[in-house]
Nanobody
Framework: QVQLVESGGGLVQPGGSLRLSCAAS????????MGWFRQAPGKEREFVAA????????YYADSVKGRFAISRDDARSRVYLQMNNLKPGGTAVYYC?????????????WGQGTQVTIAS
């Protein structure tokens, strides 16, 4: 059974920092590209950041470039999202995402999410 468990969310003031962590189990972690999405109240889920299956490539939404950094620790089957200079618009539930493409098609998994609230 595949599980993605996020942690590290919470309440932080504008301009502050948080580090989200996602622990993966039940899958061969090194075979998967990993990512983070977020969903604010009343809005659709949106892409935040992704890292390739060997970690050589990273991708970011324009809204977080220069402020967020995604990384992975294959030995621990974890992916991280370092978030700096947080803005109130970043309040959302943040979801961990795992994806790989095989001959049979795309496989993807979601975590349950962790709440990030940015407020004074």
């Amino acid at each position: 059974q595949v599980q993605l468990v996020e942690s590290g969310g919470g309440l932080v003031q504008p301009g502050g920092s948080l580090r989200l962590s996602c622990a993966a189990s039940g899958l061969t972690f090194t075979n998967y590209a990993m990512g983070w999405f977020r969903q604010a109240p009343g809005k659709e889920r949106e892409f935040v950041a992704a890292i390739s299956w060997r970690g050589g490539n990273t991708y970011y939404a324009d809204s977080v470039k220069g402020r967020f950094a995604i990384s992975r620790d294959d030995a621990r089957s974890r992916v991280y999202l370092q978030m700096n200079n947080l803005k109130p618009g970043g309040t959302a539930v943040y979801y961990c995402y795992a994806e790989r493409t095989t001959m049979k098609g795309k496989q993807n998994y979601w975590g349950q999410g962790t709440q990030v609230t940015i407020a004074s």
